[in-house]
């Protein structure tokens, strides 16, 4: 089978599995409606702050859209570890270097695709409600935190992915990620002090700064984060051609 074949194969899975598929629409809704929420009640508030910064104020709600990028990228790849479905997998594509290539690339450029359209929509969407508040994309920092905020969503749901393949466990993945993300990211934080910016949440929201402070920088923070996914996606990689399916 060719790697199209495959690619069309990996696609037409993530369209079929509602948990999939739900986790990854769940991506931009949940984004957006945090998003409408916050800012209709408290953004203007907020924006009047003398500390505020607009641009990564910007992106709050992506604290929770990553919750749902985590989730898809967990399910797309644990899906083949139940009821056997990944030795049918293997079936019809024998070669595990293939399959896994496959599969990582659907699963992040989807990611990619939704994050992006995710982080303009949330972006502007929040302005609307800030009147003389508001900042548009040309303001200092704006544009390159709005691809920024796509990829990163991109980035954590690959570091998902490729943990659940270690794994084979979505929910494990969910029961390490999600806590780690909402609270053990900052514990360490607050002990570690500036080792802590090269936790992959940490590193990778630098992006979403207009200036950022530590030792990275907007694009090398994202950059510490693609090699926490690498590293996760290479060791997927490595358990699947391991392992017995």
Request: proline content about 3%; some cysteine.
């Amino acid at each position: 089978m060719s790697f199209a074949a495959v690619l069309h194969s990996e696609w037409i899975k993530v369209k079929s599995l509602r948990g999939t598929a739900g986790s990854l629409l769940a991506v931009l809704l949940v984004t957006l409606g945090v998003t409408a929420l916050t800012f209709a009640t408290v953004g203007r508030a907020e924006a009047d702050n003398p500390g505020a910064e607009p641009v990564f104020g910007a992106f709050y709600a992506l604290n929770f859209g990553q919750i749902a990028a985590i989730s898809f990228g967990a399910t797309a790849l644990s899906s083949e570890y139940l009821n056997g479905a990944l030795r049918v997998s293997l079936a019809a594509v024998p070669r595990r270097t293939r399959f896994y290539a496959a599969k990582i690339a659907v699963t992040g450029g989807l990611a990619l695709a939704v994050g992006l359209v995710t982080s303009f929509a949330s972006f502007l969407l929040g302005q609307s409600f800030l009147g003389s508040y508001a900042i548009g994309l040309d303001h200092p920092g704006a544009l390159r935190a709005c691809f920024g905020a796509g990829i990163y969503l991109a980035l954590m749901a690959l570091l998902a992915a490729g943990l659940a393949t270690v794994l084979r466990s979505g929910v494990a993945v969910l029961g390490i990620l999600i806590p780690f993300v909402l609270i053990v990211s900052f514990v360490v934080g607050d002990v570690a002090g500036g080792a802590a910016q090269f936790l992959p949440d940490r590193a990778g929201q630098q992006i979403l700064h207009a200036d950022p402070a530590g030792h990275l920088g907007p694009w090398s923070g994202l950059a510490v984060c693609a090699a926490w996914a690498a590293a996760s996606v290479l060791a997927g990689w490595w358990t699947l051609r391991r392992r017995d399916a």
